[in-house]
């Protein structure tokens, strides 16, 4: 299929010179035939008018991505490998494969991260499919790069595009760390930009059994009146550098047992690839500072309601007030966090995967 350009190139509101972005748009074999031929061509348009400020060019090829039984995780995956492969900036796949979030039916899922976003075409009903093909995409490419519709300003998209679309020079003297850094540095709004469109804070919501072994953990050792001991002598600096230690060890956990973290198979992929690793990382990391803090509201709630005043006091020999339940909630959801690193090696991989770098939208058959 031919590579179509926006006809009118326009300058970013900056006054730059516009960003470029290449888009693949990746058809399902199986709904070919419910497009129209031109919707690459008509495609470029409606991006051109929608965003002015970037430089659109769509290119489109007929690819499944997976061969059944394929869920909507499998062909993110497929859908980004296609994309470094093809040194595309974004990736759209239309695809035949019904797409679920649990149990309900979705329309799209995206990857914010990685670039990538699915549209289901069967979802879009039976009438009008080009035309909801075409919106819906329009719609999502829009979502990948962080655009919000309430919000008639493209700057921010205009940067964002800009930074999807230029690569950091060469520097072979570079090793893992400085290119890293390299990376970070030059990225910082995208970085942000993808982080935000990948709401972190709902990470914890799907990770039922992280949820449940936490909450067990922290259960028990909340009546233990050791801990209460330990919770009036450690002052906040120490507590402090055990929440750090407890919300690293489920990070790590979760992005080491998902394999969360990529390599990149070739040198051209390595900006990409790296982004892609840090966007992740700290997508989870602040998941779980989220989850942690969750955990200490429990935890004071459980500690104001089953340990007692008097008890308390006679056990650590002092008078007790609200700092020093403040100090054991802090010390259980710290023990109970750590509990959570473990229950994390309980979740399956796919489900770590979907909870970090997933999200989707309802289906609209109208």
């Not at 400085?178 to 970085?191: D, K, M, S, Y």
Request: proline residues 6%.
């Amino acid at each position: 299929m031919p590579d179509h350009r926006s006809p009118h190139p326009t300058d970013t509101p900056t006054g730059d010179e516009a960003p470029e972005l290449l888009v693949g748009l990746v058809v399902s074999p199986q709904v070919a035939a419910l497009l129209p031929r031109d919707l690459p061509a008509v495609l470029t348009g409606l991006l051109g008018r929608r965003h002015p400020g970037v430089v659109w060019r769509v290119r489109a090829v007929e690819d499944r991505l997976a061969v059944p039984p394929a869920d909507g995780l499998d062909l993110l995956e497929a859908a980004r490998d296609r994309m470094l492969d093809e040194d595309w900036d974004l990736v759209v796949a239309l695809t035949d494969v019904p797409l679920k979030d649990g149990r309900t039916p979705v329309l799209t899922q995206l990857s914010p991260v990685h670039g990538v976003g699915l549209i289901a075409v069967p979802a879009l009903g039976a009438v009008h499919v080009g035309q909801k093909a075409r919106d819906a995409t329009v719609r999502v490419v829009g979502e990948l790069l962080g655009h919000d519709p309430d919000d008639e300003q493209q700057e921010e998209l205009v940067r964002r595009a800009r930074q999807r679309a230029e690569d950091l020079g060469e520097h072979p003297e570079d090793n893992a760390v400085q290119f890293t850094a390299r990376v970070l540095g030059g990225n910082v709004r995208l970085l942000l930009g993808m982080i935000r469109a990948n709401r972190p804070w709902t990470l914890v919501v799907r990770l039922s059994r992280l949820l449940a072994v936490a909450a067990a953990t922290g259960v028990l050792t909340l009546v233990a009146s050791d801990l209460w001991l330990l919770a009036v002598e450690y002052g906040p600096w120490r507590l402090g550098l055990l929440t750090a230690l407890a919300v690293g060890a489920v990070t790590g956990a979760l992005v080491v047992g998902a394999r969360l973290w990529e390599r990149p198979r070739r040198r051209a992929e390595r900006e990409q690839v790296a982004l892609f690793n840090l966007a992740t990382a700290a997508t989870v990391a602040i998941g779980v500072v989220v989850f942690y803090l969750a955990v200490f509201a429990l935890s004071w709630l459980g500690a104001v309601l089953l340990v007692d005043r008097d008890v308390f006091a006679a056990v650590v020999a002092e008078p007790v007030g609200a700092a020093e339940y403040v100090r054991l909630a802090w010390l259980t959801a710290t023990l109970a966090t750590v509990g959570g690193a473990l229950g994390a090696g309980l979740e399956d991989d796919d489900v770590v995967r979907a909870a970090a770098y997933t999200r989707s939208g309802e289906a609209d058959p109208q």
